[in-house]
């Protein structure tokens, strides 16, 4: 008689069972929106300078499940004033199975932030 489980982190993979990669959950962890000099900002006729830095890091759950948190920060500044600032940090958390080890890091890393960055981007 066969034992199945309910696909939970402790189910183990079958031989030859395809990669999964499942979307489990998306969030707003935390967001902050600074827009110190308005509303004179919003005339400047100058170009501002803007930065923008995006961070990834993987944070496991269980064995399968994974919260991968995407880190975004953008600053518009002109002549050292401050236009705006704002912080996203946004995060989903996906189960892996049957992923061989040596590529796990390339898809925390690349695929789950590529699947969370279009909700991030509309925030």
Same mark, same amino acid.
């Given at each position: 008689m066969e034992s199945s489980t309910n696909? &939970?982190? !402790? /189910?183990? !993979? /079958?031989? &030859? !069972?395809?990669? +999964? @990669?499942?979307? @489990?959950? +998306?969030?707003?962890?935390d967001l902050s929106f600074e827009n110190p000099g308005a509303p004179k900002s919003l005339g400047q006729s100058s170009q501002p300078q803007i930065n923008i830095s995006v961070n990834v890091s993987a944070n496991p759950m269980s064995d399968t499940d994974v919260e991968v948190v995407l880190r975004i920060d953008g600053k518009a500044e002109i002549a050292g004033n401050v236009l705006f600032n704002v912080e996203l940090v946004y995060a &989903?958390? *996906?189960?892996? +199975?049957n992923v061989p080890q040596e590529n796990v890091h390339p898809v925390l890393m690349i695929e789950c932030p590529r699947l969370l960055f279009p *909700?991030?981007?509309e925030i």
């Open positions: 696909g &939970g982190p !402790a /189910a183990e !993979a /079958a031989p &030859g !069972a395809p990669p +999964q @990669l499942r979307v @489990l959950a +998306q969030y707003v962890k &989903g958390v *996906f189960r892996i +199975q *909700f991030a981007r």
